[in-house]
């Protein structure tokens, strides 16, 4: 009976440890979810990502977006500022749709609360900068992002 119970707490002590979710797994599967749901052209499911993968603080900050673009007669930048809210967060992901909806994940890297994501369409090649909370549930605090022509 006393090799039961032993047995028994063993297991589920090696079941809690295999239950709980690594930082560096969690960031994985949030970047992953991203560029499923980038590649999905609903906004509901782009807002319902954004609620339960962003922390508040990044929701509620604006973020910039600056576009450049080189011909012939020279080079251009237009600089734009999303607004500080779920709604300025959906249109970054209604840009990140046209621009990569069809792309495919080239590589992923975490370093320590940091993650960069690679992806490529035929077109347009975008690395993703994603940094993390340090404590759990692991939520995205801030996102940077360079979308380039070619691939890589």
Known sequence: MKKISILFALSLIG???KAQETMQQVMEKR??????????SDKEQWK???????????IDRPMKTQ?????DSGTSAEKKETPSNLDGKVNMFQRLHSDLGGSKIISIKPNG???EMVL???VLSGTFNLKFAATKPYLI???RIQVEAGNR
């Open 15 to 17: 079941f809690s440890i």
């Open 120 to 122: 490529n369409n035929a």
């Open 31 to 40: 970047a992953k979810e991203m560029h499923r749901v980038i590649c999905l």
């Open 141 to 143: 605090e801030d996102v």
């Open 67 to 71: 576009v450049s673009k080189s011909d």
């Open 48 to 58: 319902g990502f954004i609620s339960e993968n962003y922390a508040q603080t990044l």
């Open 113 to 115: 609360d940091k993650l």
